[in-house]
């Protein structure tokens, strides 16, 4: 069984909803990564969405843009990316892990190949934001070859596609919360609920939200419809505020601490 699999199973036994975090691999640096990763599974992630910097990510806001020209400035490559994975695995993380990456890096590297690759290194799960459902089709064979989830994202749009994209989902379904890019936000979109409703009705598959869930209040609001919760430009804005203690080996404890309190927070 996938461990993305698993863990929704164990966690629907037990009444509870998924807490995914997203970061950026390589922000501040590569062992930095590692150690922020290894202590958000201590403080109650369940799965961990791994990004892969990319110089155009057109469905990231400016909190994540940033924290990729940090990682691109430090000439992080996918296959960094990727070692990250294999290294905290073999440092003893034990829950799933999704790379995130455009579309292009993984069409260069090979598309049979590159799956053949995030498989042989662990990672459950893959999330390609920019590759519509039309050309999924061609690429989902390759990765259920290798055993890999490639979890698709779908938008409050119409409810044709809405159901065409999640009929044929694996892991989970990555629903968007509000239109546009990533982000904090205060408010989701009107009709959130009906949407939520829909991708239910449409799949089998786990559920999971997110874009712009930033705080407890938010997660409990979604947990009753949701089997996961996504937090990503709230988390990499801790990591950013954090830098200056994580640059330093005197203050890199009191950093990683400061980025899992707010973590732990998220916990319903």
Partial sequence: ??????????LKAAGKTALIPFISVGDPDLDTTVDIVKALEQAGADIIELGVPYSDPLADGPVIQKASE???????????CINVAERLQSEGVRMPLILFSYYNPVLQYGLESFFELVASKGISGMIIPDLPIEESESVLPLADAAGVHLIPLVAP????????IAENARGFVYCV???GVTGVRSEFHN??????????EA???????????????QVARFQQQCDGVIVGSAIVRKIEEAIPLLQSPVTKEQGITEITQFVTSLKV
């Fill in 203 to 217: 799949t089998d598959c786990p559920i999971a939200v997110g874009f712009g869930i930033s705080n407890r209040d």
């Fill in 1 to 10: 069984m996938n461990q993305i699999d698993k863990v929704f199973t164990e």
């Fill in 157 to 164: 749009v119409s409810r044709e596609r809405i159901v065409r």
């Fill in 191 to 200: 009709g959130i609920d009906e949407f939520l409703s829909t991708v239910r």
């Fill in 70 to 80: 940090r990682a691109l400035r430090n000439k992080v490559t996918l296959l960094d």
């Fill in 177 to 179: 919360s509000s239109l």
